[in-house]
Structure formats: C-alpha cells, structure tokens
T-cell receptor, first 114, second 111 residues
Framework: KAGVTQTPRYLIKTRGQQVTLSCSPI?????VSWYQQTPGQGLQFLFE???????NKGNFPGRFSGRQFSNSRSEMNVSTLELGDSALYLC?????????????FGDGTRLSIL | SQQGEEDPQALSIQEGENATMNCSYK?????LQWYRQNSGRGLVHLIL?????REKHSGRLRVTLDTSKKSSSLLITASRAADTASYFC???????????FGSGTQLTVLP
C-alpha cells in the first residue's frame, strides 16, 4: 500500500506570495491533518479534514487554509507569505477522525521564504 | 502550543545499550502516542497507549504511562545505529480532537 505522498518536496517563495501544498493520503484513509514544524515552535497542528469537512483547527491566522476533495486528497494554502512561514509542512492521514488514531505521515514539504 | 515536554532533549549512547526517554504533559489525556522522525523525513508512528493502560510493548519498545504523574517513558532496548532519530510524544487530551506534540528527544546511537 502506498504511503502518504506530499508534493512538492521543496519550495522557495518570496514574501507576499501565496503557495499551495498537496497531500495524497493512504488509500482508504478519510482523515487528513496538517502540521507545521519549525525549530523554534516544534510541531504545531494546523487543521484536520474528514469527508471534505474541516473538523478541527489549530491556532493559526486565516492566511492558512485548506480543503479536502472527494477522493480524500487535501491541499493547504498559505497566502501573503511571511518569513516566519518558513517551515516543514507535514501531512498525516488516518482511517478515522480525531486524535485517537495512529497518524501516518508524509515526508513533508520544505517551504523556504526569501 | 506544546503540551508534552520530552526529557532529555538529547541523548547519546553506544550501540547495544538501552535508551530511555521521558515525556511529561499538562492536562488529562485519552491516549498518548510515540513517534520517531529521521532527519528530513516525516514522523513514523511507534506505539499508542490508552489512559487506562500502564504499560505496552512492541518489539524492542516498552512504553509506560503514569496518569497520576502525567508522564510517560519510552524504553528502546538493545539500541542500534538505525535507531538514531528524534522521538516525540503526542497527546490527545480530553475533548481535544487534535494531537499535541512534545518538543522531542534527539537520540544518537554510536556504532
């Protein structure tokens, strides 16, 4: 069974631009969660989608948004990029919703803001 | 915000030795999970222990949970160089529907 796939692996943007990251979950998994990982703040939860509905949201500004498609694939969008948005963005999928399930992570998208 | 705090932040041992990492958290939980992250890669789920369990084993891994002290430990026995990675605990606290990760322990196993 293929794992969680995130594209692209690396991305370089400049301040003020916007970016879209993509995540394909494990086949059959309906929940997709997004995390931001930085050296200073560690791993922080962004949001979770299940059956195309946002089920939970972390403490991030509205510039961070996401969506999920009917095939469970998910995209995350960040608008008006800031230097502090430089991070590893990780996507994780699970069979069901909620945090009581093991999460299966992709290898992430490394976003660098110049 | 991070609920869990791992201790130590970094640990260096020789191959064949045991490695113990600790995690403390602040609020009541439904379950606690441990993950491993190799450099530049995503996290890999290791083990999940529920709040009504005290100990769980998986291969060379042993996890304990003490809800009265709000702490958990991860023991890796007979460590190998391939165990070199960062290890994170993650909690699912109460009504929270999201995982909250700790700051991680960087384990280095020297051959």
């Amino acid at each position: 069974k293929a794992g969680v796939t995130q594209t692209p692996r690396y991305l370089i943007k400049t301040r003020g631009q916007q970016v879209t990251l993509s995540c394909s979950p494990i086949s059959g998994h309906r929940s997709v969660s997004w995390y931001q990982q930085t050296p200073g703040q560690g791993l922080q939860f962004l949001f979770e989608y299940f059956s195309e509905t946002q089920r939970n949201k972390g403490n991030f500004p509205g510039r961070f948004s996401g969506r999920q498609f009917s095939n469970s694939r998910s995209e995350m969008n960040v608008s008006t990029l800031e230097l502090g948005d430089s991070a590893l963005y990780l996507c994780a999928s699970s069979l069901g919703t909620g945090a009581g399930q093991p999460q299966h992570f992709g290898d992430g998208t490394r976003l660098s803001i110049l | 915000s991070q609920q869990g705090e791992e201790d130590p932040q970094a640990l260096s041992i020789q191959e064949g030795e045991n490695a113990t990492m600790n995690c403390s958290y602040k609020t009541s939980i439904n379950n606690l999970q441990w993950y491993r992250q190799n450099s530049g890669r995503g996290l890999v789920h290791l083990i999940l222990i529920r709040s009504n369990e005290r100990e769980k084993h998986s291969g060379r891994l042993r996890v304990t949970l003490d809800t009265s002290k709000k702490s958990s430990s991860l023991l890796i026995t007979a460590s190998r160089a391939a165990d070199t990675a960062s290890y994170f605990c993650a909690t699912d606290g109460g009504a929270a529907r999201q995982l909250t990760f700790g700051s991680g322990t960087q384990l280095t196993v020297l051959p």
